[in-house]
Structures are given as structure tokens and as C-alpha cells.
């Protein structure tokens, strides 16, 4: 079978799909892997054909612009992008696309692959990462605010969707998605994000139904597949420096933003501050490490980039921005979980990870060193302990990718 395989995004949106190319060419299928630049090398790292859509300055660009991380101006940043990419992308698939053999597998952002499925019909397999892409009145709405309870009126709910699509989501891509279409001889579409986002061929979620029940008005197509956990070197030692740290002392808190923070300054200053508080040892992960100022205690490290595969089950604890690619590491090596969210998906994701037990969300402005220490003290109980226990339970040897 011939697969091309559209990924957008950051290294947490781009590794799953990673992930899923090695596995699709390991059982024996061809396949072409398309995104920006910048992941070229992770993608022959795997031995993966890879065909570049975006210049890698058009992904710095992106990861530093100063709102990406705003929580409300972040997602203008993001749509904008995906805007910039939709050409792009769409060229390399179109060129590489084979009449009758070709299969589209698709990621959330990845406009190209839906919009070359109506023009040269399919098949498509839209790939979701985490459930917010799935737009229901049969459960609690998550909000960065809080929730609109799952008693509440569907009518109530169903307006405010239709307020998030018309108002907030389609004035910043809808305009740049149909102007692109118009060229292509294709009608416009509107409320982007409750229907056309989803391939009418197959829809997959890459989480499972313990973290995210399958609703009635959900795509029918769609069907879970549970947590990619896709490493990029995870078979590879240890760095042995980060081996004799590990070995020097208890088991450290590892503090990670997000592989797209360029602004996480105050984050980890706030994170040094609270474990010297607490007694904590700490281990920073970030690969822009000009923004942890200065030479840290030898209680602390700083690493690029860490399998957390490999160093999660190692550690006391785990404070990520709520990245799903972060949290279900940290369900899978069973440690407590302090999320920061901070926009996207990152607030449900937090506040799923919370109702089962395993972790406390912090917002940014209760990311304080009293906070903290206060939320790791409370996730180091015998039923927090039990809680993750509970949820690394349901993980099998492997990943998802290979079911």
C-alpha cells in the first residue's frame, strides 16, 4: 500500500506520526512522510522517505513568536501557520499522490490532506491526538475557565459550539482555507472544526476510551486507538551524566514546558525556586536552554531533549504544560502530575488527567512556589500513589502504533 502521511505542527503533534510511519513501513507498505522541514532529521532518523512542505525558518518563525504561548492570542498564531502550510502541503501531497493506490493519512491541522481528498478522492484517515477536536453535548465542556457541567442543557451547549465555530474558530482560518479552495474550484465551508475537520473515510483518536468515552454525536467513522507514546530515541543509553545524576540522590521532579516553549523563563525559575523549597531534586527539559539563566545547583540539571519513556519511571514527579504526548507518558510510567496549561488542548487534558486521580492542574497564575510544593505534597499520598498505580495499569509492554 502507498500511505503519505501529513503531520503539522511541533515535535508533540509531529513525533506520533513519526511513530506511525516506522511502524507502516516495518509491516511492509510504502511510505512518504510530509511536514516541515525542521523534522527531516527525525524522520531519516527512522529511515522514513520524507518530503519537506515549510522552510525551517518558517517553523522558527512560528515557535517564536512572541503570543504563541498567550492563551488567548496563541491559537491566531497557530491558525496562521496552518494557513501559511495548506499550499505548501498541498503541492508535495498532490505531486506524490498515486491514482487509485494512495491512502491519506492526515493530522488535526493538516488542512492539505482533507482538502486533496475532495480533489482527488481519498481515501483519508484523519488522525486526532486529543479528544478536544471532538465537539459533543453529551459531557462536561472544558474550558480554561472551568467546565459547563454535563447536566446542563444540550441546546445551551449546542450554542455555545456554534458561538466557538462561527465566532472564535472560522474569522481565523475559514477566510484563508476558502480562499484556497476557490482556486482549486471548490465551494466554501464554514464551522470548520465541527464537521469538515473530520475525513468522511476514517477517523482515528490516538487516545483510549478510559481517557476520553466515545460519544453518540461524535464522527461515526471514528474509532480509538489508543496513546501513540512515541519516542524518538528511546532504545538509546542514557546520557551519562543524566545516569550519575539519577544515581547521586532521590528521584528528581522532571519540569518540561513543552518543545515549542520559547518563552518558558519564568516557568522554570518559578520550578527552581519551589524545589529548593520543597527539598526536591529537579530535571529541566527544554530544547531553547538559553532561558534557564545561569549555572544551576548541583541538585538540578538541564537536558535538550529526554525519552520520557525512558526517565519518567525514574522520577518523583512530572510538571508539563498538558501536552497529550506529555501526560500519557506520565499515566504510563505512573507518577504524579502537576499540568500548567497554558492554551489548546492542555486544559482538558488537565482536567481529565485530574478527575482520574493522577495529577492537580496549576493555571499560570497559580504557578507559585507555595503552589507547588503544596500540589506535589498532596499528589505524594498513598491514594495518589494507588491512582497511578491504577492508570499505568492499563498500559500493555508496548505502544499503540503496533496493534
Known sequence: ???????????????????????????????????????????????????????????????????????????????????????????????RYREGET??????????????????????????????????????????????GAAAPAWLKRGFWWMVDRVAIDPMIAPALNEFRATLGLAPVERVFKDWIHSPDRVIGFFPDWFAQPRPDWPKQAQLAGFPLYDAAAHEPLPDELEAFLDAGAAPVLFAPGTANAAAREFFETSLAACETAGRRALFVSRFGSQISGALPDWARHFDYLPFSAVLPRCSAFVSHGGIGSISQGFRAGVPQIVRPIGFDQFENGQRAESLGVARVLPVAKYREAGIAAALEALATPEGATACRRVAARFGEGSSLAE
Open 103 to 148: 491512502v491519506l493519512v492526515g493530522s488535526t491541522l493538516s488542512l492539505a490532506a482533507r482538502v486533496l481528498r475532495e480533489t482527488h478522492g481519498g481515501p483519508l484517515v484523519t488522525v486526532h491526538l486529543a479528544p478536544n477536536v471532538f465537539h459533543s453535548v453529551h459531557e462536561p465542556m472544558r474550558l480554561p475557565t472551568g467546565a459547563i
Open 1 to 95: 500500500m502507498h500511505i503519505l502521511i501529513a503531520a503539522v505542527g511541533s515535535y508533540g503533534d509531529v513525533y506520533p506520526f513519526v511513530g506511525l510511519a516506522a511502524e507502516l513501513r516495518n509491516r511492509g507498505h510504502e511510505v512518504v512522510f510530509c511536514t516541515n522541514e525542521h523534522f527531516r532529521p527525525a524522520a531519516e532518523a527512522e529511515g522514513l522517505e520524507f518530503v519537506g512542505a515549510g522552510s525551517e525558518a518558517l517553523y522558527r518563525e512560528t515557535v517564536n513568536h512572541p503570543d504563541l504561548w498567550h492563551p488567548r492570542r496563541g491559537i491566531r498564531v497557530v491558525f496562521g501557520t496552518v494557513a501559511r502550510y495548506l499550499p505548501l502541503s498541498y503541492e508535495c501531497l498532490k505531486a
